[in-house]
């Protein structure tokens, strides 16, 4: 991660005032992929890319945010922000401020320098780490806290109703309320959380295919609509099935024939996915690592088989990890079509691991990819939370 005093160094000489210093992480997905707009089970770590978010006030009445990564910056005034997404990656910042302003909070004038190391359609949650730091830092500057699953709810929100991507709420979730050396088992119907330990010897390696994926893409949006399918015709016989969460295996064998084969295959993951999100929480909590890399496994088939939503590159990094030493587990984590794999790792075993596998998928592929020995970290926090 960029070192913040460079941040508030590059903030301070351009906008001439000392900055508040703020940090939200991105995520890797260990299990439990599409099932957080079902109600269902997530078990996410916060990892070690985030943005880092410098804030000042200003006396010229205007919010001026400012994209390091791409020299960028945007001038509103503060008391007629916008409310409709252009596209741009000012979308995100804006989006929080449109919610938070909604939500009765007064947006003063405002200088926002972001940061940030996530890379950008991976399936590391770029965008929620974006989000979770604009809103904790202007939160920060205007003095109000409010509690981390509501956090994740409100820049959820700014994603969904502003940027106009239909997500569900791990990324946010787990952006603000991580914490480090811990995956985090949420329950998306009622955000109750259990943190559970990673175990000290082992490492997150996260594999990047380089194929970009995208919330907003066509292939999100339709997975979506077929678990929202299934459910429904489900729920015309056990009407209290609101969310797939609500349904089982066996609802499927009593009434699959009369969904389309395309969704049955789609609620079937799901369905699944609950259930092995579940168990791999309790095996990582009582140290079966065996059990927790048979889960993911099984997973990744579900995802790539029934949910269809792999990728060539994909399922060949998840196969090219299953013979080198070390190996826990491995699956692709996130949204789908793309991104990274997760790899659980022997500790000790990581770097040659990760050499090996870079160097197997690039003869496979020809496509070089990024390879990072991650750890699980702390959800967003304040580096420092007060001015000069
Ligand atoms: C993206 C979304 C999440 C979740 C995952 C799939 O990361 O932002 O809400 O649906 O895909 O598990």
Known sequence: MKDPEILRAQHRERYHADPLLFAAPGRVNLIGEHTDYAEGFVMPAAIDFATLAA???????????????????????????????????????????????GEGYTIPPLSLSLWGDVPLGSGLSSSASVEVATATAVLGLIGATIPGPRLARLCQRAENEFVGANCGIMDQFISANGQADHALLLDCRDLSFQLVPIPTDVALVIANTMVKHSVA?????????????????????????????????????????????????????????????????????????????????????????????????????????????????????????????????????????????????????????????????????AISSRLA
């Open 55 to 101: 804030i000042s006030p200003r006396s010229d009445g205007q919010v001026v945010l400012y994209a390091e990564n791409f020299g960028e910056e945007r001038a509103y005034t503060a008391s007629s922000l916008p409310n409709t997404a252009t596209g741009h990656w000012s979308d995100y910042p804006l989006g929080v401020l449109a919610i938070l302003a």
């Open 217 to 381: 893409g066509a292939g999100y949006t339709s997975r979506r609509a077929s678990v929202e399918e299934a459910c429904a015709i489900l729920a015309t016989h056990r009407p209290e099935i609101k969310f797939l969460r609500d349904a089982t295996v066996a609802d499927l064998a009593a009434w699959g024939h009369e969904i389309p084969p395309e969704s049955l295959k789609r609620a079937r993951h799901v369905i699944t996915e609950n259930d092995r999100t579940v168990a791999a929480a309790a095996a990582l909590n009582s140290g079966d690592l065996k059990t927790l890399g048979r889960l993911m496994h099984e997973a990744h088939v579900s995802y790539s088989q029934d949910f269809e939503a792999s990728c060539v590159e994909a399922d060949t990094m998840v196969d090219l990890a299953q013979n080198l030493p070390g190996l826990l587990g491995a699956r692709l984590t996130g949204g789908g079509f793309g991104g990274c794999t997760i790899n659980l790792v022997e500790k000790d075993k990581a770097s040659a691991f990760a050499a090996s596998l870079g160097r197997l998928y690039q003869q496979a592929t020809g496509i070089t990819p990024e390879i990072h020995i991650c750890h699980a970290s702390d959800g967003a926090h």
